[in-house]
């Protein structure tokens, strides 16, 4: 009694065969994908390198400074410098550009679909189900994917990342635009205001702290990709650690580890400050 019956449903096979009818179907559209994403993060990685090491850390320091604090800046300052003394300099500036490639092509994505979901109960019930299935699928499987679709290297990684990634920005977004001040809208109404004037100049405006706390999300969650992500070729800190375990070289997986972790308070703390900045502004106003 206690054994399951003789049924199967072979689910996996029917993903499969989308799958594959995908990549058959839109094989010109993922060469695109595949080309545009690589110039990004080449361009970023080679902006990054051609910088003079002091130079970038200067720029964490002042930005840190603005945001945070004068004490803040140059506490990241110094975790930069300490991730170039570890000989883990080039590693930073790919994981750096990987993130941020990641980051830019979910927010180009995810505030449109945001501002979408917000306009549209029917759009937005369909996608609430999609963004939980991605937020509470394993990180692993993504790279299955990714790998089938762009091979191994930085571009597989960058796709895993968005998948994972590009959620909190939209349901934030959606948040954030439904949770506009109704009166501000209705005198905008009341003076003819057009539905894109009030969205780009009201509701855009009032719900940026929010959708500034999505970025930061976004941004975060992007980076804790960095190791799962190097078992399908990206390169960066994540690929060093992947080394460390493989090796088991205890050294270079404390020196790799620790610099994501510097990474990514720097990142949590400038991104968060940028919330806190507009959140500012926004009461002022």
């Known amino acids: 009694m206690g054994i399951f019956p003789d049924i199967t449903f072979k689910l996996g096979d029917y993903v499969e065969t989308f799958i594959n009818f995908l990549d058959r179907s839109l094989e010109s559209f993922f060469d695109f994908i595949y080309l ?7 361009g970023i990685e080679g902006i990054l390198l051609w910088l003079p ?7 964490i320091v002042l930005l840190g400074w603005y945001f945070k604090s004068i004490f803040a800046g140059v506490l990241y300052g110094v975790f930069i410098f300490l991730i170039g003394t570890f000989g883990l300099w080039e590693d930073l500036m790919t994981t750096i ?11 180009a994505l995810g505030i449109p679909l945001g501002v979408w979901m917000a306009f549209s109960k029917g759009f937005s019930t369909v996608m609430r189900p999609i963004l939980d299935a ?15 679709f762009f091979g191994l290297g930085n571009v597989s ?32 109404q009341s003076f003819g205001s057009s539905k894109m004037q009030m969205l780009f100049k009201i509701q855009l405006p009032q719900a940026l702290p929010t959708i500034m706390a999505g970025v930061n999300q976004t941004t975060m969650m992007a980076l804790a990709m ?14 060093q650690v992947l080394v460390s375990i493989n090796q088991i070289d205890i050294a270079l997986g404390f020196e790799a580890g620790i610099s994501i972790v510097f990474l990514a308070i720097i990142i949590d703390r400038i991104t968060g400050g940028v919330a806190n900045k507009f959140q500012k502004h926004r009461r002022i106003a």
């Open 36 to 42: 545009f994403s690589s110039e990004i993060i080449n």
């Open 53 to 59: 090491w002091w130079l970038f850390i200067l720029l």
């Open 97 to 107: 550009a990987i993130v941020m490639t990641a980051v830019i092509i979910s927010l």
């Open 134 to 148: 991605m937020q509470t699928m394993p990180s692993f499987v993504y790279l299955i994917p990714a790998i089938f």
């Open 157 to 188: 990684a960058i796709f895993a990342t968005l998948i994972y990634a590009i959620p909190p920005v939209i349901r934030l977004t959606e948040l954030a635009i439904r949770g506009v001040d109704k009166e501000v809208i209705e005198s905008a």
């Open 226 to 239: 960095v190791v799962i992500a190097s078992m399908v070729g990206a390169q960066g800190l994540g690929e």
